[in-house]
Structures are given as C-alpha cells and as structure tokens.
C-alpha cells in the first residue's frame, strides 16, 4: 500500500515555531526594542488564541470570532506590583490590503474580551456611581495593553498599507481629526532585524534565501542547501522555512532521518511549487471567464510578478489541460 504523504502546512507550522517562549520572546524583542533583551522568556504565558466577542446595537448584535496564530500574556514584577502586557503573533503568506483593519479587530476582540470579563464582577451598583454602574466598568479600572506583530512570508515586496490611514481616502483637510490604527509589520524576505536566538537567525537567513524572487529555482535550491550544511540548521527550522514557503515535503520521511541530513530537504521539494500552483489557477480561472491568452499572460506577469517568458512557460505547461 502507498504511504500518504503529510505536507506542511504553512499556517500549521508558524503557529507552532512561535509557541516557543524563547523564539517568542526574541522575536518580539527584536521588533519593539531594537533587540535589547526587554522581555524574558519565563515571563511569558500562552492564552487562548480563540476569542470572540458580540458588537452591540440597539437593533441588532453580531458576533465576531477571531482567532489568532499565537498570543501570550507577559506578567514582569515591578515594584508597584504585576505588570500585564499581552502579545499577539500574525503570519502572512499573502499580502492582505485589509490587513490594518484585521489587525485593529483582533486587538478589538483582545480588549473586549478583557472588558466583558471585567464587567461580570459588578452585578449590583453597591459602591459605585451612576457612570460607572451604567458603563459596567470603574473609573479606576485598567486593561492590559495588546501589542501585534505580522510577519509576512511572501515573496513580493509587502505593497499594501500598514495603518488604517492607508486605507482610507481621507481629505487632507480631515486626516487629523480621523483616528489611525498602525500595525507592526516585518518582512521575512528582508528585514533588518537584530536576533539573538540562533534558530531565528537561521529561520530568517533561510527565508531570506527562499524567498529571492530575483534569482532561479535552482540557484535558490543549491544557496538553501549550502546554508543548512554549513550552519548545522536545526531540524525544526528547516522544516519551519521550508513549511513557510509552501514546500511540498514528505513529512514522514524527514521524520524518520536525523538533523546530519536535514539539508537534503530542499533536494526533494519543489522551491518554486507555490508560483506554479498559482499560476495553474490564474490560467484556469482565465479561460472559465473567456479570457484570451495574451489577457492570461498579462494577468500572470502581474499577480506573479514574473517575466513575459516565464509567463508564456507557464501558460504551455498549463494551458492545454485547461481549456
């Protein structure tokens, strides 16, 4: 009987190399304090990445579910006594237009979720004011504070916006009085991030390489290969870079050899298998909207971000078994 092979999937595998507080921690220094070891890996608590809230109206209430890739609380002892800040970790294989706007409600929902919990413990107004009563929360009352981090794993340059601001057509005369919300973005394929964890520092290197749009599939198979040997890339990293970039993989064989020849990974798999798979559906979505071969063609150099020669590769390779 086939064995079935267990591919990586890039959403499964990010979840679960930043679950480690060490990693976490590193990653979250690098971007807020420049790399200055701020946060402490033992400070650092998983919480449930799941949270929903309800947004209510007096007509109507619409519940919201939003589930995050990795959040944590950080609980530092300070002199005045704990101080809470929670953290929450986002991965992005695609550029996402809207994501400014996702990010503003995940950390909706987190402040939410905070409130609704707070609010259960005033059942009565006994020793409360009006307001106070009317608004289920305390004048003295404080939430934790809720700081994101996107990374984005694609290849393109991220061309979209990075504050709320950036989505909106506002009137200059206006754009001060409208409220912005910015997002922490970082760029796997180029960034200048300053790490401490060797693991890191591994993962970003090769997703560095992986995701060089500038250079040919094997050149970019042999620079992956070069790099593992020679630094000894831990196991989960490799699998971690190449889960992030959509490799197809066998799982099961990688699972069954040790980290010696972990580098022979990028041997077995296709570097470029995402842009063909992507292609393959621009060219299939083409001809079921009518669309003629030089219209496909055009749309593959845009949304591939490719040549007219691989373009037209692309387009004989597929085109056939699509129309």
């Known amino acids: ?22 990693r976490f921690a590193d990653l979250f220094n690098a ?34 579910t939003a589930s995050r890739d990795n959040i944590k609380v950080r609980k530092k002892s300070t ?50 004011e009006e307001d106070e009563y009317l608004s289920r929360m305390k004048r003295t009352d404080r939430f934790m504070p809720v700081i994101t981090v996107t990374v984005y794993y694609g290849r393109k340059p991220w061309n979209g916006a990075t504050s709320l601001h950036g989505m909106l057509d506002i009137p200059e005369e206006l754009r001060k009085y409208v409220n912005d919300y910015r997002m922490l973005l970082v760029e796997a394929r180029k960034n200048d991030l ?69 580098y022979t990974v990028f041997e077995e798999t296709r570097i470029e298998g995402r842009v063909e798979g992507r292609a393959e559906e621009i060219i299939e979505t083409g001809y079921e909207f009518g669309l003629s071969d030089d219209d496909i063609l055009g749309r593959l150099q845009r949304k591939l971000d490719i040549s007219l020669e691989m373009a037209r590769a692309y387009l004989g390779r597929f085109g056939k078994k699509t129309v």
């Open 194 to 262: 300053v790490l401490h964890d060797m693991n890191n520092v591994d993962l970003f290197n090769l997703l560095e390489i992986l995701l060089d749009g500038s250079r040919p599939a094997g050149e970019i198979r042999s620079r992956a290969i070069g790099y593992t040997k020679e630094r000894r890339v831990d196991k989960t990293v490799i699998m971690t870079a190449a889960g992030a970039v959509d490799n197809k993989i066998d799982y099961d064989a990688l699972e069954q050899r040790g980290d010696v020849d972990m």
């Open 79 to 128: 002199a005045y006594g704990i101080e809470l800040v929670m953290l929450g970790n986002e991965s992005q294989e695609h550029i996402d237009y809207a994501m400014p706007m996702r990010v503003m409600g995940y950390d909706y929902s987190a402040y939410k979720k905070q409130y609704d919990s707070n609010a259960t413990k005033y059942k009565d107004a006994e020793g409360m």
């Open 31 to 64: 971007v807020l304090f420049g790399g200055e070891r701020v946060i402490q890996p033992d400070e650092l608590e998983d919480l449930d990445a799941e949270s929903s809230t309800v947004l209510e109206h007096r007509k109507y209430a619409e519940g919201i």
């Open 1 to 22: 009987m086939a064995k079935k092979k267990r591919n990586l999937k890039p959403d499964v595998v990010l979840k679960s190399y930043w679950r480690d507080n060490e």
